[in-house]
């Protein structure tokens, strides 16, 4: 009986895993630990008005139940489609724009430090040990130089290539690529393994995820 129970829990406790989005199958078998890149994608294509509060000036509030940043990020309502009159979602672009603009806010206001300028950093380009505020924040800034707000998802595309963030890159039928190591390519960015995941839902990616890989498609036509 006793073992029964053991096993019983262990289950439970191991679909719990999957429903969080911390485990995935592999292709051929087995299960590998989720990427941070690979949850923002999900989250990033999942998110909905159910998920988020209206502001009277019309934008959206959203806090992160996949990351737990403690943070309410504004989701501007251009961002926002809708439908029908009554019937509004949440464009998939919506949080690489989010944090693209908060990001781009620490930097204008530079001189006051905010309790929260930590989140953005870790959130946008990562946490490194021990190094000093000026140091990051050179870092946030050409962050924000080479990822800008709304940019044009072919020029988007060309910087990611340019900078070697992504290869095998196709224009055949669909155009396609592949990030051959995901923790790497965000480390030579100078991004955080999550931004990736919202720039591939920016650009209309549909991705199949492997380990520490991805394989993207995008089906739908690239403009600005």
Known sequence: MKRFLVSCLSAFLFVGLLGFGWFSPKAHGGFYEVSDAEKAYNEANKISISDCEKKSNGNYSYNSKQFNDGLNIPISKSDCGSYTLSYKFIERRALYNSWTRIANGVIKDWKNEKSYELTIIKATIGIVDGESRPSRLERLDNF???????IDKD????????????????????????????????????????????????????????????HVTLFKSRGG
Not at 144 to 150: A, I, R, S, T, Y
Not at 190 to 201: A, E, K, N, P, T
């Open 144 to 150: 924000c130089k080479l990822f800008p707000p709304e």
């Open 155 to 214: 020029e988007l595309l060309n910087r990611l290539d340019e900078n070697g963030i992504i290869s095998n890159l196709s224009t055949k039928e669909n155009v396609e690529f592949d990030i051959e190591d995901i923790a790497e390519a965000a480390e030579n960015a100078g991004i955080s393994q999550r931004m990736l995941g919202y720039i591939i839902v920016y650009l209309d990616g549909i991705a199949k995820f492997q380990e520490n890989s991805v």
